[in-house]
């Protein structure tokens, strides 16, 4: 089940992602179009700090609303995702792991993005200084991991890659 591109044509390219748009031809011989965004991927962390994790609440334009998820950052060119994921920790929540456990990986939403992220518990923190870049804006949310079971079920969290470390860190405290 494999499609071949036929043409394809660059439509924008930004500092965050490139979109592609073509036609591809389909196993049978059928024709199609397709609009891609091209995407590095990106990082995300569950900070594990004794009995809570350490979230962020931020305002994302895409959705018009604040969402409540792990700290995470985009990939840049020839990245380290485990390197990026303590970058965003310390950037964003201000602390310093001493030991990162890599979880998880997911496409995104595969139907028109090739981006995929790397998630990743974080353990043994050390405070450290929250360095946000300019634009960002969080606020800080503690919440118990006792919790978090019946918050998941309630729907309280939106953010795929949050629901999925958030899931991955039960499943081994289950263990």
Partial sequence: MK?????????HEGPIFRIRKGRVRLEDGTESYREIVEHGGGVGVVPVLGDRVILVRQFRAAVNADVLEIPAGRLEPDDDPERRAHTELEEEC?????????????????????????????????????????????????????????????????????????RELLARTKS
């Fill in 94 to 166: 201000g602390y310093r792991a001493g030991r990162l456990e890599h979880v998880a990986s997911c496409y995104c939403s595969p139907g028109f993005t090739n981006e995929r992220d790397e998630i990743y518990l974080a353990f043994d923190l050390t405070m450290t200084e929250q360095r946000l870049e300019y634009d960002e804006r969080v606020e800080i949310v503690e919440i118990p991991i006792a919790e978090l079971e019946a918050r998941l079920k309630r729907f309280e969290f939106e953010d795929a890659k949050t629901i999925i470390g958030l």
């Fill in 3 to 11: 499609e071949t591109w036929l043409n394809s044509e660059l439509i």
